[in-house]
């Protein structure tokens, strides 16, 4: 078994601990379901070939540590047909369109407007002995005291330091606050779920649906047998697609698969902020996490009102995110951005600015507004000035973590439980992050300053990041001798 794709490359089994009654410490199962084992899955197996699915060489089977998942029963060729799940099995809008309840509800005022219909359905459904979906309740995971939204105050304390605690509250919050507005809109799905036991159920619901476009409409959808697979975000095993034609979901093999190997998919999104905060696992193979932080317009920035003014959202300060390394579009972005924030010209200079934006070649018409994205070198003053803003930003950020990265490197190299390895795994991949920029940041500076288009060059072809980001403005190097100069 290859425990890569259950979050634990690069680290013993016997490393995922927790202390016992007596203190001493013990192997933990980081979810249990309410139905396990290899008779239940054949019978929900044969439930859902009842229901239409196709499943060929292909079951579900148990993994250490309480984890399960697909495995192939018989050779696999590349471009076979592993499981194909018809329509009449998705559950979403079509199902709830016309329940009464769910119809009181003012979608318009909930923070998840699409995933809260689907929320309310299955928890009715869930009290239905003749529910269609019986099986489904009975495979879900219910130990959810891996998910960092349902952490205790001792392990946030843990991220201390990290942006992933603010997405924590603003999910737990908006999560209950949709909970709220769904009692008041219709007061009888408080006899389903408590705010507590609602929070933990759209937790669990919320990270196994899918979001797929049928008919031209997107739609969230729970497609029962689909959620076995789990997480390979390079060189995952298996592919999926919705099927328009068959209007089936349909699962089919990326390449020759042995008997007995697991079957994985990508969930998406590279980085490990996404399976963190919505599975409650890191898997090591993904690349790097994200970092996230906020920039207020400064006060005594004489053009800050008309910045403000141009930028679509949030206008009185930029959210930004950045990934592992600089040769990317989320540091191009980032970078932009800076250039934006650091402008220093007219009123009439940033109109423009947002005027170049807006018109840039390729742009879509369904673009998302201005967001001091896709903004060229202005000037190498300016240019200099974007890079050292942004280098103390992330100096700034690093420094709101209590230990160092170091000292993370060392903790990580002993005895954890689950919980707190993840989070000291997970704030030390943003400390790397920030100090890699940092390094990135110094040594772009360090070019800049020699200002002669021979000696940037030079001292660039030493660093493959920084080459490529030269590289990308050597073209605007004369233009910016003439701004200088005019």
């Not at 079951?59 to 540590?65: H, L, R, S, Y």
């Not at 009449?88 to 119809?103: A, E, G, H, R, T």
């Not at 507004?369 to 240019?383: R, V």
């Not at 709101?400 to 490197?409: G, Q, S």
């Amino acid at each position: 078994i290859n425990a890569e794709y259950m979050g634990f490359l690069s680290i013993e089994h016997n490393s995922i601990m927790e202390k016992d009654s007596k203190g001493e410490m013990k192997k933990i199962p980081p979810a249990f379901f309410t139905r396990e084992g290899e008779g239940f899955y054949q019978e929900l197996a044969k439930w859902a070939q009842g229901c239409g699915a196709i499943i060929n060489k292909v079951a579900v089977n148990d993994f250490p540590f309480g984890y399960r998942g697909m495995i192939a029963t018989a050779d696999i060729k590349k471009d076979e047909v592993l499981i194909s799940i018809p329509k009449s099995m998705f559950i979403n809008y079509d199902l709830w369109v016309d329940n009464p309840i769910i119809k009181k509800i003012d979608i318009d005022k909930l923070y998840y407007p699409t995933a809260r219909p689907l929320n309310i359905y299955l928890l009715m459904e869930r009290t239905n002995p003749a529910s269609k979906w019986k099986y489904v309740f009975e495979a879900y995971p219910w130990n959810t005291e891996s998910y960092p939204t349902l952490f205790k105050e001792e392990e946030k304390s843990l991220l201390k330091g990290s942006s992933l605690l603010v997405d924590i509250e603003a999910y737990v919050n908006n999560t209950l606050s949709d909970y709220d507005s769904l009692c008041a809109d219709a007061p009888e799905i408080a006899q389903y779920a408590s705010r507590e036991e609602y929070l933990k159920f759209a937790l669990v619901q919320d990270s196994r649906t899918f979001g797929l476009t049928i008919n031209g409409d997107y739609k969230t959808t729970y497609i029962p047998f689909a959620e076995f697979f789990n997480d390979k975000n390079k060189g995952a095993s298996v592919d999926r697609d919705y099927d328009s034609e068959a209007e089936r979901y349909v699962f089919t093999a990326l390449q020759d698969i042995r008997a007995g190997e697991e079957l994985t998919i990508s969930y998406g999104h590279g980085n490990q902020y996404f399976t963190f905060i919505s599975y409650g696992f890191i898997n090591d193979e993904r690349d790097g996490d994200q970092v996230k932080f906020f920039v207020p317009f400064s006060p005594s920035d004489p053009l800050r009102e008309h910045k403000e003014s141009l930028l679509s959202a949030h206008p009185h300060y930029k959210t930004i995110r950045m990934l592992a390394g600089t040769d990317n579009k989320r540091f191009s972005k980032a970078l932009s951005f800076f250039r934006y924030y650091c402008y220093e010209g007219t009123k009439e200079g940033l109109d423009k600015l947002k005027e170049v934006s807006d018109n840039r070649p390729g742009r879509k018409p369904d673009s998302k507004p201005f967001k001091g994205h896709y903004i060229a070198p202005i000037s190498l003053t300016n240019e200099k000035k974007a890079l050292q803003t942004l280098k103390e930003v992330c100096q700034q950020e690093l420094g709101k973590y209590p230990a160092t990265y170091e000292e993370d490197l060392k903790l990580l190299k002993g005895k954890l439980d689950y919980n707190t390895r993840n989070c000291i795994l997970y704030r030390s991949n943003e400390k790397k992050i920030f100090i890699d920029h940092i390094s990135f940041l110094s040594k772009a500076l360090a070019a800049l300053a020699l200002e002669e288009k021979k000696s940037i060059l030079e001292f660039a072809a030493k660093d493959k990041d920084l080459q490529s980001y030269i590289d990308s403005i050597l073209s605007l190097f004369q233009l910016f001798q003439f701004l200088q100069h005019n």
